[in-house]
């Protein structure tokens, strides 16, 4: 086995986004163009000589073959040890896990999130730090730059190893160890969550549960843990053999393409709770009986209910929420007595906040939850943690939530994606808002007044770095927001996002569709957007 050096030229489009380095297969097939990128990460680290790299993905189509180029890199390169998931399965919590379970130097996750998959589909990869989070922006801006003046990468010619059985092998000088994807990941939910509790639940007879993986990575962890670990019947697991395409769906657990759990839990006969789970598992949905849970109705109740949680037992230290996520759990935080951070889209700016101890829970608008059990959002582990409500609490979701609205007040939530706008238009749409935001102040709509309008910038508390626009916010008199971004996880043309909130605190107005609720805000949305205009679309192409 001998280490070669390639010459090759660097690619201009490998900027990461929010969550790494998404574009459609083809495009990381390539020649070159991943291992480009895979070079651009280690030349940009220092000290990680002999130190213990994690690799896994979601399954998805070319998921092997770039674990297999990337092994091989990593032994070329200096690395002493690889943990790689069976199969070349690791859920994006449980890679986190892993590292933070091994004290491994960082990690190489591949994942396109909740994007389609297949040949056609879209491939994904993504550094993670020692902490088990993503890069922070720091590091992935010096993986950009690498990545505009790279000239060469080292691969040691091998043969490929065999990913699917575990064992301990050796790669040139490294090794490489194979581990059950499941295990650790598992073992950690144990010590979170009262497994005896939600069993006896479970296993009642009077509660059914309907767990969809969506052909995604989540479907062997859901398996074990629910069917086998905590004894649900066989079958409450279902979608849950991981597919290279997902089984032609798009693994994004919303009500438009989770639909077979949607019409489980609404249909006849429904079972008492639902819940699904995204491509690499690190978002989630939950339902109850014809009940849909928003994401940051959910934050918010955990938040709430967390004391009845073995592992949160002692008090929170503070609760993150991404800006446009709701303002609900501002509320559960203010009555807690703890803060509650508001930081820009994108998993990674949660990590030093959890680090510094400064928060225990974090959520996204985006369906996206988790807690400093890692530094990732964790789909499975959301649903657990409703699970063990569920069990101590012996009421249904739509009581459960119904009853956090009587106390905290609703509040009104929507998003409206336009997917695969024309980049140039969608970009000018932001730079007119981001010009028109700060001289609305005072402007009135209908019955709302304009308190603010601004681009949202974030300072960081811990480490005093600053992010800048990072969303457009309309805020009004009455705390209604509308907000304005551009999503920086799809792969073709841009995906404009528009959020929109209202506050009710009066129980006899909570029960409006929020469409029918929001209704003036989505008019004054258009109105200040010319989203019809701007994006070529009568309506969006999906409404959360």
Same mark, same amino acid.
């Given at each position: 086995?001998?280490?070669?050096?390639?010459?090759?030229?660097?690619?201009?489009?490998?900027?990461?986004?929010?969550?790494?380095?998404?574009?459609?297969?083809?495009?990381?097939?390539?020649?070159?163009?991943?291992?480009?990128?895979?070079?651009?990460?280690?030349?940009?680290?220092?000290?990680?000589?002999?130190?213990?790299?994690?690799?896994?993905?979601?399954?998805?189509?070319?998921?092997?073959?770039?674990?297999?180029?990337?092994?091989?890199?990593?032994?070329?390169?200096?690395?002493?040890?690889?943990?790689?998931?069976?199969? =070349?399965?690791?859920?994006?919590?449980?890679?986190?896990?892993?590292?933070?379970?091994?004290?491994?130097?960082?990690?190489?996750?591949?994942?396109?999130?909740?994007?389609?998959?297949?040949?056609? %589909?879209?491939?994904?990869?993504?550094?993670?730090?020692?902490?088990?989070?993503?890069?922070?922006?720091?590091?992935?801006?010096?993986?950009?730059?690498?990545?505009?003046?790279?000239?060469?990468?080292?691969?040691?010619?091998?043969?490929?190893?065999?990913? !699917?059985?575990?064992?301990?092998?050796?790669? %040139?000088?490294?090794?490489?160890?194979?581990?059950?994807?499941?295990?650790?990941?598992?073992?950690?939910?144990?010590?979170?969550?009262?497994?005896?509790?939600?069993?006896?639940?479970?296993?009642?007879?009077?509660?059914?549960?309907? #767990? &969809?993986?969506?052909?995604?990575?989540?479907?062997?962890?859901?398996?074990?843990?629910?069917?086998?670990?905590?004894?649900?019947?066989?079958?409450?697991?279902?979608?849950?053999?991981?597919?290279?395409?997902?089984?032609?769906?798009?693994?994004?657990?919303?009500?438009?393409?989770?639909?077979?759990?949607?019409?489980?839990?609404?249909?006849?006969?429904?079972?008492?709770?639902?819940?699904?789970?995204? =491509?690499?598992?690190?978002?989630?949905?939950?339902?109850?009986?014809?009940?849909?849970?928003?994401?940051?109705?959910?934050?918010?109740?955990?938040?709430?209910?967390?004391?009845?949680?073995?592992?949160?037992?002692?008090?929170?230290?503070?609760?993150?929420?991404?800006?446009?996520?709701?303002?609900?759990?501002?509320?559960?935080?203010?009555?807690?007595?703890? &803060?509650?951070?508001?930081?820009?889209?994108?998993?990674?700016?949660? =990590?030093?906040?959890?680090?510094? !101890?400064?928060?225990?829970?974090?959520?996204?608008?985006?369906?996206?939850?988790?807690?400093?059990?890692?530094?990732?959002?964790?789909?499975?582990?959301?649903?657990?943690?409703?699970?063990?409500?569920?069990?101590?609490?012996?009421?249904?979701?739509?009581?459960?939530?119904?009853?956090?609205?009587?106390?905290?007040?609703?509040?009104?939530?929507?998003?409206? &994606?336009?997917?695969?706008?024309?980049?140039?238009?969608?970009?000018? #749409? #932001?730079?007119?808002?981001?010009?028109?935001?700060?001289?609305?102040?005072?402007?009135?709509?209908?019955?709302?007044?304009?308190?603010?309008?601004?681009?949202?910038?974030?300072?960081?508390?811990?480490?005093?770095?600053?992010?800048?626009?990072?969303?457009?916010?309309?805020?009004?008199?009455?705390?209604?927001?509308?907000?304005?971004?551009?999503?920086?996880?799809?792969?073709?043309?841009?995906?404009?996002?528009?959020?929109?909130?209202?506050?009710?605190? &009066?129980?006899?107005?909570?029960?409006?569709?929020?469409?029918?609720?929001?209704? !003036?805000?989505?008019?004054?949305?258009?109105?200040?957007?010319?989203?019809?205009?701007?994006?070529?679309?009568?309506?969006?192409?999906?409404?959360?």
């Amino acid at each position: 086995m001998t280490i070669q050096t390639i010459a090759t030229q660097p690619f201009l489009d490998q900027k990461p986004g929010t969550s790494g380095l998404r574009k459609q297969v083809q495009v990381f097939q390539k020649p070159h163009y991943l291992q480009n990128f895979v070079q651009a990460i280690f030349d940009s680290l220092e000290g990680y000589q002999g130190q213990t790299l994690v690799v896994g993905g979601d399954g998805r189509y070319y998921n092997r073959e770039a674990i297999q180029i990337i092994l091989k890199m990593a032994a070329a390169n200096g690395f002493g040890r690889v943990l790689v998931g069976r199969g =070349g399965i690791l859920s994006t919590p449980a890679a986190s896990c892993v590292i933070r379970k091994y004290g491994a130097f960082g990690g190489i996750i591949l994942s396109a999130s909740h994007n389609p998959g297949g040949p056609d %589909g879209d491939f994904g990869i993504k550094y993670n730090i020692s902490n088990g989070g993503p890069a922070p922006e720091k590091v992935t801006e010096a993986i950009y730059a690498r990545s505009k003046t790279i000239d060469r990468y080292l691969v040691l010619d091998a043969p490929d190893i065999d990913l !699917d059985k575990t064992g301990i092998l050796t790669l %040139g000088e490294m090794t490489v160890e194979v581990i059950d994807s499941v295990s650790d990941y598992a073992q950690l939910m144990e010590s979170l969550f009262d497994f005896d509790r939600i069993r006896e639940l479970l296993t009642s007879g009077r509660f059914r549960m309907c #767990m &969809d993986s969506l052909h995604a990575v989540t479907g062997p962890y859901a398996h074990r843990i629910f069917e086998q670990q905590l004894g649900a019947p066989a079958g409450t697991v279902q979608n849950g053999v991981p597919l290279e395409d997902f089984g032609g769906g798009h693994p994004d657990p919303n009500l438009v393409y989770a639909h077979d759990l949607v019409e489980v839990l609404y249909g006849d006969n429904a079972p008492d709770f639902g819940a699904a789970s995204d =491509g690499d598992g690190d978002r989630n949905m939950v339902l109850g009986r014809r009940f849909f849970v928003t994401p940051s109705d959910s934050l918010a109740i955990l938040a709430a209910n967390a004391k009845l949680v073995p592992g949160y037992r002692n008090g929170l230290a503070g609760i993150a929420r991404s800006m446009p996520t709701s303002q609900a759990p501002d509320r559960v935080a203010a009555q807690l007595g703890i &803060d509650c951070y508001e930081t820009p889209t994108g998993w990674k700016f949660f =990590g030093n906040l959890l680090d510094a !101890d400064r928060a225990t829970l974090c959520g996204e608008e985006s369906f996206g939850t988790g807690s400093n059990h890692i530094r990732e959002k964790d789909g499975l582990w959301a649903v657990l943690f409703w699970l063990n409500i569920l069990a101590v609490r012996q009421q249904p979701v739509e009581e459960i939530v119904r009853e956090h609205w009587k106390t905290y007040g609703r509040n009104y939530y929507s998003r409206h &994606d336009y997917e695969g706008v024309d980049s140039d238009r969608a970009n000018t #749409m #932001m730079t007119n808002l981001r010009s028109l935001a700060p001289t609305l102040k005072g402007k009135t709509f209908g019955n709302y007044t304009v308190e603010y309008g601004d681009d949202f910038s974030y300072t960081d508390p811990v480490d005093g770095s600053v992010s800048q626009k990072q969303g457009i916010r309309i805020g009004f008199t009455d705390g209604s927001r509308v907000v304005f971004r551009l999503s920086g996880t799809g792969t073709q043309g841009a995906t404009v996002r528009v959020y929109l909130e209202s506050y009710e605190p &009066d129980p006899a107005k909570q029960d409006q569709d929020p469409q029918v609720a929001l209704a !003036d805000l989505i008019a004054i949305a258009e109105e200040v957007a010319q989203l019809r205009a701007t994006t070529g679309m009568d309506k969006p192409t999906v409404i959360t």
